[in-house]
């Protein structure tokens, strides 16, 4: 019972999980979110329903604002921009750094021509595998830039630019491998001897020499002639942290860390301060990342500009996503993510004991079991909480779900008829309306907390948390939708009576009601229950217009055999014909067409129950009736669990008595069509009897020339 | 006695059957029969044995968009140990129209096969119908540039080895079909392939198993996640079970 939280989220907030997907990454709607919530509110405080699952990023944010540290406007705009930026645009290719480069050395005649520059060098054995990034894109704009300013002082014929781009080739011919290193000058202009030293170590450096760059680099600094002379340190440091990366040695890093304290504490070098800081982050994660998440953590707990908080929030999560542990021993962000999302219930309470604010009642409310002693003082703590503290939502789906494993069930019906009176996002919504579901007092009820809003999907649990317009325009105008807390005992537990009832009732909307009167005539044809099939088949006939003819024809058929044999050459004329509703988007293809992935017509099995599936449904209906609803269930399987066998065997039927019907063979036809587009259809020998019956008796017919094969 | 026309007929039809389904000699000399395709993430395979299982890597992936190749190297570490036959995998993903000069891609593909301790090269390409021949001659041209003894293989879609059969004749030692993720149309379910290029390994993945295949093959078998020794231990009594 522990784990009832956990049975809600998964089958209240993740969707419709049905065990078979109806082919390969469709997508499939979400009622909440699971890992992400959507752009543009979370950072403004409207944290929705917290959940473990979300990714550390969020869960930072949301304990600034339940520990009252709300996020500023920059902050959360940073984070989150307001309006979300449109989406990406097709921009002309613009040239890379590389390419730049080997445009503007082309501007110096008589150079040899170079074709292209690798960037990535392969790693020293055993790592000859993996290659790194060896020359950065700034590398080369630096060159572009130099080159520019040298071709305006000597001039783009002059020897010494041509000497110059060639110094700087054999600089980036080590991007890839090998040693090469240009020759020092001597005897020529002091600016270009000067340049010529620091190519040299730059090729050093490129070539893995870490020893000659560093003291090349060094010597460069020390001459305060060269152009370069204020970039040397910061090159020594650089240096040393590449040795160290490389080598996979971070030992020495700490003369990395030296090298930059000495450049931070130097005035003369204040141009570079801000690249060495950012240097020294580098180092000081990697040297130590528990303290460097620390410090991070403390940043990111103090308001301030927005892109530092971006900043430190990914280097944050990324070295806490690459070490798989936070400092939560000496953080309270650290121990409260790492709480929140890992179980820690006797922790949870003891830190909201000690310190009882939103953030660890969030998180105690989670994970304390719900026969703990402290429940009592917890949920009356969730009762306390402001309607609009960012809290809120999550504290009270938190606690009505302990109230309900408690078997509190009319303070939990109560609290959550509260919680659907306050106007909430669309997700936050569809969780309280599937709490109260569960809490039905009867069958008004159960129709009334049915309708879910779709807010995300994901193509068979990949890509959790898109956007539903991702989706398509299809599903995008599913805006509403049924849940598997509605549709499993639906069909398998309502007795056809109640279905008429369902389809008129003003609680669901339209295309619901249109769901439910569609599934049902198919069922009550099946069934052999011609009044309620009469009057499905009105209700659908005004719900969903481009069956009305057909319909309407069917309902004007006198003689019960006829009507019988209308109805099956329908359905097979519609592939969307179904005797179940379905959760989610449904069928994604229109009645009348065949869908790509096979979603036509009907396989019915046994529903299996999803992970966390509560044992009881919701008590929405008496006892006798769910009997005759689950009596009509297993009579809808044991003579229709397949649309193949029973369209075609219904089809067999009528065609041996009326052979003459012109409709025969183009329904033999469409038997045969059921068992090649039905999804997990098992072939049986019905398709290959009406194969036969049309060839043998229609052999001339086009419906038989239609039909080469048979499935 | 002169045989009957007819029992000549049958009798070059079976031998004619046979041979189509006759698998030739191991086209990966030298390698398990156990293949493990370590993807771009840092992959630590020290627990392998390496007579039990070699080792598909990631090591370039070229990609192309309006006229302009990306190519990027592998950046994630790959540790395996001594004595493990590895086999270099180039991942091309194409995002339309012009196609890049196949030299380009070729020259970059084969650099990945100098890798010292690769001992052959796998190209990993779903090509569109429009992108076969241009497939072909990038194909030719790596086996004119790899040395003899470095089998060239490639990956397949399953419906290449089925149906359209396009696989057939190209300058390689293995096509492996593949039998996971597969899109709409493939040919779901392990089965003996029409196409014989096919017919020498299966690709596998390990959270979409097959429920039974063809046994006596080689097995590729790709992990969702960093490979760990639970999981190339799974992998280890798939290869027995099929073998």
Redesign the interface.
């Known amino acids: 019972m522990r784990l009832l939280v956990l049975a809600f989220l998964t089958v209240a907030l993740a969707g419709p999980r049905e065990a078979e997907s109806c ?2 990454f469709l997508p499939m709607a979400q009622f909440t979110y699971v890992s992400q919530p959507p752009q543009g509110v979370f950072a403004h405080g409207q944290l929705g329903i917290l959940l473990p699952s979300y990714h550390r990023r969020y869960l930072v944010i949301a304990y600034r604002y339940l520990t009252g540290v709300p996020l500023t406007r920059e902050e959360a705009s940073e984070f989150d921009p307001q309006p979300p930026p449109a989406p990406l645009q097709p921009t002309p ?1 613009s040239p890379t750094p590389v390419e730049q480069w080997l445009a503007a050395r082309k501007q110096v005649p008589g150079v040899p021509a170079v074709q292209g520059i ?1 960037e ?1 060098r ?2 020293r ?9 060896n020359c950065l894109d700034d590398a080369f704009r630096n060159s572009t830039l130099t080159l520019a300013e040298r071709i305006r002082r000597w001039g783009a014929s002059s020897l010494a630019v041509a000497e110059w781009v060639r110094g700087q080739d054999a600089v980036f011919e080590n991007c890839r491998d090998g040693s090469t290193i240009p020759p020092a000058l001597t005897g020529v202009d002091p600016l270009l001897a000067a340049d010529r030293r620091y190519q040299i170590a730059a090729a050093e450096f490129y070539s893995e020499d870490y020893a000659g760059a560093e003291r090349d680099f060094g010597a460069v600094g020390a001459d305060s002639a060269s152009p370069w002379h204020d970039l040397g340190r910061l090159m020594v440091a650089r240096t040393q942290i590449r040795e160290a990366t490389v080598a996979k040695d971070l030992s020495q890093l700490k003369d990395a860390a030296e090298t930059l304290e000495a450049i931070l504490q130097d005035p003369q070098e204040t141009k570079w301060h801000a690249s060495a800081r950012g240097l020294q982050d580098f180092v000081a994660a990697r040297i130590d990342p528990q303290a460097r998440m620390l410090a991070l953590g403390e940043k990111l707990m103090r308001p301030g500009d927005g892109r530092e908080f971006s900043t430190a929030l990914f280097d944050y999560t990324y070295l806490w996503d690459g070490t798989n542990r936070g400092p939560a021993d000496k953080s309270d962000l650290a121990d409260w993510i790492t709480t929140f999302a890992g179980r820690n219930w006797s922790h949870a309470l003891e830190r909201w004991r000690a310190q009882p604010d939103d953030a660890w009642l969030v998180a105690s409310l989670l994970w304390v079991p719900y026969d703990n002693a402290a429940i009592p003082d917890l949920l009356a703590a969730a009762h306390r909480v402001d309607p609009a503290a960012p809290a809120w939502p999550t504290v009270t789906f938190y606690g009505i779900s302990r109230a309900i494993a408690r078997g509190d069930t009319e303070a939990a019906r109560s609290w959550a008829d509260s919680a659907l009176a306050i106007q909430q996002t669309p997700d936050v919504h569809n969780v309280f309306l599937a709490q109260r579901l569960k809490l039905s007092r009867g069958w008004d009820d159960f129709l009334r907390f049915t309708p879910r809003t779709p807010v995300a999907l994901n193509y068979d649990g990949i890509d959790s948390d898109s956007p539903v317009q991702d989706g398509g325009q299809v599903v995008s105008q599913k805006t509403a939708a049924f849940d598997m807390d509605f549709t499993a005992p639906f069909n398998v537990e309502v007795p056809l009576g109640r279905w008429v009832d369902a389809a008129s009732t003003v609680d669901l909307p339209a295309a619901l009601r249109a769901d439910i009167a569609q599934a049902g005539w198919v069922r009550a044809v099946v069934l052999h229950r011609p009044t309620e099939a009469q009057a499905l088949a009105q209700r659908l006939a005004e719900l969903r217009p481009q069956l009305r003819s057909p319909l309407q024809s069917w309902l004007a058929e006198k003689d019960a055999d006829a009507a019988r044999f209308k109805a099956v050459l329908l359905m097979m004329r519609t592939p969307g014909l179904q005797p179940e509703v379905r959760p989610g988007f449904g069928r994604l293809t229109a009645d009348g067409q065949i869908d ?2 096979r979603d036509n017509w009907w396989t019915l099995s046994e529903p299996k129950a999803a992970e966390g599936t509560p044992a009881a449904p919701p008590d929405f209906l008496p006892e006798p009736e769910r009997a005759t609803g689950r009596k009509e269930w297993q009579q809808l399987l044991s003579t229709a669990a397949q649309a193949t066998d029973y369209l075609s065997s219904e089809t067999i039927a009528w065609a041996r008595l009326h052979r003459d019907d012109p409709r025969v063979p183009e329904a033999l036809h469409l038997a045969v069509r059921t068992s090649r587009y039905t999804s997990n259809a098992t072939p049986t020998r019905f398709p290959k009897q009406a194969f036969q019956l049309l060839h043998s008796w229609y052999p001339k017919s086009t419906w038989a020339a239609q039909t080469p094969y048979w499935y | 006695m002169r045989p009957h026309k007819s029992l000549v007929a049958a009798g070059l039809a079976a031998l004619t059957v046979c041979n189509g389904c006759q698998r030739q000699g191991d086209p990966l000399p030298g390698f398990p029969r156990l293949i493990l395709w370590a993807w771009e993430r840092p992959e630590r395979l020290e627990f392998l044995d390496p007579r039990t299982a070699g080792v598909a ?1 990631l ?1 370039r992936t070229i990609s192309w968009s ?3 190749i990306t ?9 395996v140990p001594p004595g493990t036959a ?1 086999m270099a995998v180039v991942r091309l993903e194409s995002h339309g129209e012009p196609l890049p000069a196949t030299t380009v891609v070729s020259r970059d593909i084969l650099e990945v096969a100098a ?3 690769v001992r052959a090269l796998q190209v990993d390409f779903d090509a569109r119908l429009s992108e076969r021949e241009w497939y072909r001659q990038l194909l030719q041209e790596l086996r004119r540039g790899l040395q003899p003894a470095m089998p060239l293989t490639m990956t397949a879609l399953a419906s290449w080895c089925q149906s359209d059969g396009w696989v057939r004749g190209l300058p390689v030692a293995d096509a492996v079909p593949m039998l996971f993720r ?3 149309g493939e040919p779901r379910g392990a089965r003996e392939f029409r196409v014989a290029e096919c017919r020498a390994s299966f690709g596998i993945a390990t959270d979409e198993l097959p429920e039974k295949l063809p046994t006596g093959r080689r097995l590729y078998v790709f992990h969702p996640r960093a490979w760990d020794e639970d999981a190339y231990r799974g992998a280890v009594r798939l290869a027995v079970k099929w073998r």
Do not use: K
């Open positions: 082919g390969p290719v690798a990535d392969a790693g054995p055993p790592n000859q595998f993996q290659f790194y990034q790509d992935f | 890597f090591a309006e006229g302009r190519s990027a190297p592998r950046r994630q570490p790959l540790h590895l890798i010292p301790g597969m899109g709409a």
